[in-house]
């Protein structure tokens, strides 16, 4: 017996903060799984502009384009000087 035969419905892929792939939009649990960081950081990088947003309701949608940009424009290469 499957989960549909008793009445139950799934959850559609994307719920509860794991991206739906090829969506151009994350919600911020979303993009916080996308970054492999917590939640609070997510949203740290929308409150200091670093990504825009779209405010709908309660969720707040963040362009895909915009998170890859600031990882490109944000990757550090650390290690010692050469002398």
């Known amino acids: 017996m499957s989960v ?7 959850r559609p892929e994307g719920f509860a903060g794991f991206p739906v792939e ?9 993009m916080a799984a996308y970054l492999r960081v917590p939640i609070i950081s ?4 929308i409150r200091r502009g670093h990504v825009r947003h779209q405010r709908i309701g309660k969720r707040f949608l963040v362009p ?4 890859d940009r600031y990882l490109a424009a944000n990757w550090r290469q650390e290690g010692r000087k050469s002398s």
């Open 22 to 30: 090829g969506s151009p939009v994350f919600t911020i649990p979303e």
């Open 4 to 10: 549909a035969d008793v009445g139950i419905k799934q």
């Open 42 to 45: 997510a949203r740290l990088l």
């Open 64 to 67: 895909r384009e915009d998170v």
